[in-house]
């Protein structure tokens, strides 16, 4: 059983800062590709950040500069660091991981749960 576990969400002022954090736990093998998504009300789900491998990072355009991705590989965590944030942040973050699995040793894709991030202006 591997599933992810997200928390860090909540409400914020314009400016101010969230980190979330992604905990995979079950018997997990490795973890390698993962990223962050979010969708907010009435729009398509848009990828926010993501680690396609090793330690290499790409960011949306919306988000360079403010947000940070990064990853604890010991403890199977994943973070999104949130900084200046703005209105139009505000979505449901889900976080995202393919994970190779101990049994079956076979990689699929696991996703979070979402948690709400919202921004006051």
């Known amino acids: 059983q591997v599933q992810l576990v997200e928390s860090g969400g909540g409400l914020v002022k314009a400016g101010g800062s969230l980190r979330l954090s992604c905990a995979a736990s079950g018997s997990i093998f490795s973890m390698n590709a993962m990223g962050w998504y979010r969708q907010a009300p009435g729009r398509q789900r848009e990828l926010v950040a993501k680690m396609p491998n090793g330690d290499s990072t790409l960011y949306a355009d919306s988000v360079k500069g403010r947000f940070t991705i990064s990853r604890d590989n010991a403890n199977y965590t994943m973070y999104l660091q949130m900084n200046s944030l703005k209105p139009e942040d505000t979505a449901v973050y889900y976080c995202?991981?393919?994970?190779?699995?101990?049994?079956?040793?076979?990689?699929?894709?696991?996703w979070g749960q979402g948690t709400q991030v919202t921004v006051s202006s």
């Open positions: 995202n991981m393919l994970i190779l699995p101990t049994t079956p040793r076979t990689l699929r894709v696991y």
